[in-house]
Antibody, heavy 113, light 112 residues
Framework: EVQLVESGGGLVQPGGSLRLSCAAS????????MHWVRQAPGKGLVWVSH????????TYADSVKGRFTISRDNAKNTLYLQMSSLRAEDTAVYYC??????WGQGTLVTVSS | DIVMTQTPLSLSVTPGQPASISCKSS???????????LYWYLQKPGQSPQLLIY???SRFSGVPDRFTGSGSGTDFTLKISRVEAEDVGIYYC?????????FGQGTKVEIK
């Protein structure tokens, strides 16, 4: 059974940093592109970033480009999202996803002073 | 970016009655591999999105057969043959043919 479990969310001040993790199991992690998608409170779903299987290529939404870095450790079956220069508008539940098929339960990031 | 437009944005349905949601994309979602990368999700209150339909019309494991996806190219529809109380939530369509993935605005379904 495919499982994606996010962690690392929490309360952070504007301008601060946070690293999210997504532990994957139930499939050959290195074979798949992985994505981060976020959802601000009461709002819709917004794609954030993706990384290919071997980690050699990444893409980002314009809203996070230059501030967020996606990475992966295929030996640990773990996806990461390093977030820096955080803003209030980054407040959201962050989901990791495999293809469009499997999603984690999400981790809440709150950016507030 | 591909724009996904859902209609209606809200729906109030009597239990046992059908419901239909439309999703239109600004570009064709037909890939060169022959697949059309259109997905439907239901997000129940306080939960993460759960996949209902992938590649337009394939029902995900465990999804009741009252959910049916159809369409092609740029026009897609999700139909619920007989709405049940557990179907309440927000329904989203999503395209995954091009990055960035983009989503419809969501359709809120409630029970009368």
């Amino acid at each position: 059974e495919v499982q994606l479990v996010e962690s690392g969310g929490g309360l952070v001040q504007p301008g601060g940093s946070l690293r999210l993790s997504c532990a994957a199991s139930g499939f050959t992690f290195s074979n798949y592109w992985m994505h981060w998608v976020r959802q601000a409170p009461g709002k819709g779903l917004v794609w954030v970033s993706h990384i290919i299987g071997d980690g050699s290529a990444t893409t980002y939404a314009d809203s996070v480009k230059g501030r967020f870095t996606i990475s992966r450790d295929n030996a640990k079956n773990t996806l990461y999202l390093q977030m820096s220069s955080l803003r209030a508008e980054d407040t959201a539940v962050y989901y990791c996803a495999r293809l469009g098929i499997n999603w984690g339960q999400g981790t809440l990031v709150t950016v507030s002073s | 970016d591909i724009v996904m437009t859902q209609t209606p944005l809200s729906l109030s349905v009597t239990p046992g009655q059908p419901a239909s949601i439309s999703c239109k994309s600004s570009q064709s979602l037909l890939h060169g591999d022959g697949k059309t990368y259109l997905y439907w999700y239901l997000q129940k209150p306080g939960q993460s999105p759960q996949l209902l339909i992938y590649e337009v019309s394939s029902r995900f494991s465990g999804v009741p057969d009252r959910f049916t996806g159809s369409g092609s190219g740029t026009d897609f529809t999700l139909k619920i043959s007989r709405v049940e109380a557990e179907d309440v939530g927000i329904y989203y369509c999503m395209q995954a043919i091009h990055l960035p993935w983009t989503f419809g605005q969501g359709t809120k379904v409630e029970i009368k």
